[in-house]
């Protein structure tokens, strides 16, 4: 693979951007970006046209990012110009970018999701503003390096055949795994993952089979759930479809046992579902449950059962840098598989001229493993 260098890049190139929050995504032509100390450029080889980015650059409520900003955060690249500080994100490396960036002398305060939203500080907003206003929705991007992953190319796209496309669900899956890791999920336990069949909710029922558990998968759409369950070696997940009866539903989940731990990744159209009820309660005691919808409003928890079962509840936003190594390593191993062997279909590829229709193809797949990407 040759490595492009900094004196090669070419001076334009084609993103998607918006003007002012709340003007229309359009294709526009801006410089290439050079590398800074702290970070490098990375040619976007594929990069996920996800159906919310339509609707959080028209205003989406709790969303909020500066003038002239670019979308997109989950991406695949090559570097090919690194700032004088970098040592293993050399050009020619094949990258996982992810978007969770943290300010590096204030990471527990000022956070932002880079392409997606800058929070609701206006410390994280001028944090944006002033760095990481262009997301990954172009054809090159300058990315902080402790948000660039180096793949084993070789091993991914060699020899287990992976395309770039496929690996766009190496982010989807690291949110799952920080909730999983957060609640210290071990192999061979037995975890219930609710709902299931979303594109996050599905990936954590990837990554909580790779870990070594049992899944036990919870939804309202038994199809759905079913299907979920055949990408994997029979038994590993069980469909549990919820009837709206909490103590029946509880039943259903205890079936094959002792549940050990919960993570919720419900939309926040849910949160009212009984599924929450259930899932507390089919946990044993000392169990665990990790919560992770982005909800704008308090949700009621059954307090008498965290009481008497003394059960552990942790709230979790993204995940750690050891999650994102430990996930692609357990991708190189092959131990997450990813692809259409995992059930991971890509749906749509696209140019960022034909956005509108990328978007439209997302919008129409909101299930686990259909990935629609732009490959500029
Ligand atoms: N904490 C974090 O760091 C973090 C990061 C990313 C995302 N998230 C959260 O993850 C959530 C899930 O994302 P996703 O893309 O997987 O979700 P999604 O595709 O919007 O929905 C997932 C599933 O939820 C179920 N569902 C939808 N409406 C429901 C309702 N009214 N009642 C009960 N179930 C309902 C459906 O499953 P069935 O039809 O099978 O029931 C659907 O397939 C996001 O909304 C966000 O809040 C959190």
Request: hydrophobic share 45%.
């Amino acid at each position: 693979m040759s490595a492009p260098s900094e004196s090669t890049l070419p001076a334009t190139m084609k993103a998607l951007l918006v003007r002012s929050p709340g003007s229309p995504l359009a294709l526009a032509t801006l410089p290439v970006p050079l590398p800074t100390p702290g970070s490098c450029i990375v040619k976007i080889l594929a990069v996920q046209a996800d159906a919310q980015t339509p609707l959080i650059v028209s205003g989406l409520p709790g969303y909020s990012f500066p003038p002239n900003f670019i979308p997109g955060a989950h991406a695949i690249g090559r570097v090919v110009a690194s700032g004088p500080d970098a040592t293993v994100l050399q050009p020619g490396k094949l990258v996982m970018l992810e978007g969770f960036i943290r300010a590096r002398d204030d990471p527990d305060d000022v956070q932002i999701l880079w392409g997606i939203t800058a929070g609701l500080t206006p410390e994280s907003l001028g944090f944006m503003e002033g760095n990481w206003a262009k997301g990954c929705m172009a054809e090159y991007v300058r990315a902080p390096m402790e948000n660039c992953y180096v793949l084993d190319e070789g091993r991914l796209c060699g020899e287990l055949g992976y395309t770039y496309e496929d690996l766009l669900q190496l982010p989807m899956q690291l949110v799952a795994m920080g909730g999983l890791r957060a609640i210290g999920v071990k192999p061979g336990e037995r975890v219930i993952v609710a709902p299931a069949t979303g594109a996050f909710s599905g990936a954590a029922v990837q990554v909580a089979v790779a870990l070594g558990a049992e899944v036990v998968a919870v939804g309202r759409n038994r199809e759905g759930l079913e299907k979920v369950a055949g990408a994997f070696p029979k038994g590993r997940v069980k469909a549990v479809a919820v009837t709206g009866d909490v103590e029946k539903d509880t039943v259903g989940m205890k079936q094959w046992g002792k549940v050990d731990a919960y993570i919720d990744l419900s939309p926040p159209a849910a949160s009212e579902s009984t599924h929450l009820r259930s899932c507390f309660a089919a946990l044993r005691k000392y169990g665990r449950a990790c919560m992770m919808t982005i909800i704008g409003k308090d949700v009621a928890l059954p307090y008498p059962l965290l009481t008497w079962n003394s059960l552990t509840v942790k709230g979790q936003f993204m995940y750690e840098r050891e999650d994102a190594r430990l996930l692609i390593k357990m991708a190189e191993t092959g131990v997450l598989r990813l692809g259409k062997e995992a059930g991971i279909e890509v749906v749509g590829r696209f140019k960022f001229e034909q956005a509108d229709e990328a978007f439209a193809v997302a919008t129409k797949n909101p299930e686990m493993g259909k990935l629609v990407a732009f490959v500029p």
